[in-house]
Structure formats: structure tokens, C-alpha cells
């Protein structure tokens, strides 16, 4: 591990007090927690991307705010839904992030999750898909998206408007496509991502369950997609990143809200999507004995890129104390370099 950031939800309620912000409040805090991390020398700020729920659901606004308030940290997601994106549309606004962000955008993009709507991604306008997950959409248009960030050129000029020739999507940020990642939650799908020439987002959720510990799953599919990298030829090294949720115990606060759930915390199976599959456990504990526990992870071994889960839903300061006591007391044992040290060092593949 070289770097670590924070995942927030971006979850919201009525506005009720503490731990229930409105939308307005959410977006606000997240702002906040983002310039507060940038300050920590945390090295990323990424946000889940959900619809039709009380939770972020348009990353662009939010992530050019932070960008514009912070010098340091990149910003992200984790991940958007492609099956409710018009892929140049997108492109557009990446590219127009990643110029005001200095080239700190560090997008994840994937099919997505279930969400609360029944196929909402054809509400949206995107119908004709013949797979009931709407995966066919999703990666109809990650095929457009890459092509537009990497600057082909993919329309007819008018000739009445100017020199005949092909056009590209504007704005063009040269080098996003190196810098977009695909959310992988199976082995074969971290073997596909290899193959299209972009990053790996692992996350607290596999949907495979094989008997292995979740760590043990997550190194396999990590080690897979090295594999298929190197076997695709592409000419850069990748970068890999994890999801856990991880707090450090240093009060008492830490103690009442997380304490017993990381003693009592491991590794569950479920089903989601109609798949049988594996959710990562919560780490809750002393300092010196995270250190130890997150040692032994072997995925985490493997990765450049640690993703801290945060409750955003509890406010600013606790969010960032729990990033302090992280980058103070966890973090430069495993590796950490803060983001004054410059960009994030990927791995060999």
C-alpha cells in the first residue's frame, strides 16, 4: 500500500440533526471532508455514485468543488453506473474535471450495483438492453466513453461550419484514459478489465463465493488481472486499488460507535444480484493491533490503493478524525506516503 483515501456514500436523510443530513448538508460536508483530507495528506477522495436513493448520485458538481478547494488529493468515483451515462456526454465533463483538477481525477466506472429502481437506467432513456442487469448497456457505453477520452475522432465535420475531417470530443484532457478504473466484483471480470487497458477497483464486495477468506479472493482477482495485463502487452503499469472498512480505536467515542463491531466482525456471504457472494469484514481495533491484521491482508499487500469507507452520514469532524487517527497511527506502517509526495507510485504489473 502506497496510498490511502477515503469512500463515502454520500448517504442522507430529512436533515434531522447529526446523522441524518439533508441532501444539501451531504453534498456540503462531503466538500468539507474533502479539504480536510487534502490538508491530512490523504491521497484520495472518491465517492459511490447511486440513483432514485438518498445518496450521491451526480459526481461532476461535487468533485470539481473539492478540486477547485484542494492541491493535492485526487478526486474520484467509486463507482459510476454506466448504464444510466450517455458515454460522450461524460467524456465531456471528465475531461473538463480533470483540466480543472490538474490531472487529480482518478474515475471508476462499471456496471454498477443493484439499485432501488426496476431497470432505472431505461427512465433514463437507455432501453433495448436483453440482459435483465442492463451489463450489455453498461459496457456499450464504457466502449464509447474510452474512445471519446482517449481523443478519437468519431464524428464527420459539416463542411458549412468549417475544414471537412472527423471531430473529437472537447474538452481533451491528454492522459484521463490512464486514469479511468474499472469496478471489478468477480475474477473473470478483473481478467476483462485487464484486457481493456484500464485500473482495477476492488471492493468490499465479491460476487463469488469459493470457500476462500474474502482477502484470499481479492488477491486471486488481483492476481489475475496482473496476469491478463501482462499477457494483453499494454506499455504502463496499472494501479489497483481495495475498499475496507477500517477504524481505528483512539477514543471513546471510536470505542462506543465501532468497538464491538470489529471484534465481533468477519467475513459474510450473501446473495446479491442473484449471485452468491462474499462481503469483506469490518476492522475495529487499537492501533498497533490493525497494523498487525491489515498486514496479514494479503489483497491489501497488493494494492497501491487502500479505500477507507467513512460513515459521512456523522459529519465533518468525526470523518476526519477518523482519517487522522488512520494517517497518524495505521497508515505509515504499512507503507503510506502522503500526497505531498506527489502522484500515486502504481505497483508492477
Request: avoid cysteine; aromatic fraction near 8%; proline fraction near 6%.
Amino acid at each position: 500500500m502506497h496510498a490511502f483515501g477515503f469512500l463515502s456514500f454520500g448517504h442522507y436523510g430529512h436533515g434531522t440533526g447529526l446523522g441524518d443530513p439533508d441532501a444539501r448538508q451531504a453534498l456540503h460536508d462531503a466538500v468539507e471532508i474533502g479539504v480536510g483530507a487534502d490538508q491530512l495528506g490523504v491521497n484520495g477522495a472518491y465517492f459511490r455514485v447511486h440513483h432514485f436513493a438518498r445518496q450521491a448520485a451526480s459526481p461532476m458538481p461535487l468533485l470539481s468543488a473539492i478540486a477547485a478547494r484542494t492541491r493535492g488529493i485526487e478526486v474520484g468515483t467509486g463507482v459510476i453506473d454506466m448504464r444510466y451515462e450517455n458515454p460522450l456526454h461524460l467524456a465531456e465533463e471528465a475531461a473538463a474535471l480533470d483540466l480543472i483538477a490538474d490531472g487529480r481525477v482518478a474515475l471508476g466506472v462499471s456496471r454498477g450495483s443493484p439499485e432501488p429502481a426496476k431497470r432505472g437506467w431505461e427512465a433514463f432513456g437507455y432501453t433495448g438492453s436483453d440482459d435483465p442487469r442492463g451489463a450489455d448497456i453498461a459496457h456499450e457505453h464504457f466502449d464509447g466513453f474510452m474512445s471519446a477520452i482517449r481523443g478519437e475522432q468519431l464524428v464527420d465535420a459539416d463542411p458549412q461550419m468549417g475544414p471537412a475531417g472527423r471531430l473529437r470530443v472537447e474538452p481533451h484532457s491528454p492522459g484521463l484514459d490512464r486514469r479511468i478504473w474499472w469496478g471489478a466484483g468477480s475474477r473473470e471480470t478483473a481478467e476483462w478489465t485487464a484486457r481493456q487497458g484500464v485500473n482495477l477497483m476492488s471492493s468490499t464486495l465479491l460476487t463469488e463465493a469459493t470457500g476462500a477468506s474474502f482477502s484470499e479472493l481479492q488477491r486471486e482477482q488481483i492476481d489475475r488481472y496482473r496476469a491478463a495485463w501482462r499477457e494483453a502487452g499494454h506499455d504502463w503499469a496499472p494501479r489497483v486499488s481495495v475498499s475496507r472498512s477500517i477504524f481505528p480505536i483512539v477514543s471513546d467515542i471510536d470505542r462506543q460507535l465501532f468497538g464491538l463491531r470489529g471484534q465481533a466482525s468477519s467475513d459474510q456471504i450473501g446473495v446479491i444480484d442473484n449471485l452468491r457472494s462474499t462481503f469483506g469484514r469490518t476492522y475495529a481495533d487499537e492501533p498497533d493491533v490493525l497494523v498487525e491484521q491489515l498486514k496479514d491482508d494479503p489483497a491489501i499487500a497488493a494494492a497501491d490503493t487502500v479505500m477507507l469507507a467513512i460513515p459521512s452520514q456523522l459529519g465533518v469532524d468525526y470523518n476526519l478524525h477518523v482519517l487522522r487517527a488512520f494517517a497518524e497511527h495505521v497508515a505509515p506502517s504499512l507503507g503510506w506516503r502522503p500526497n505531498t509526495e506527489g502522484a500515486v507510485t502504481p505497483l508492477p504489473a
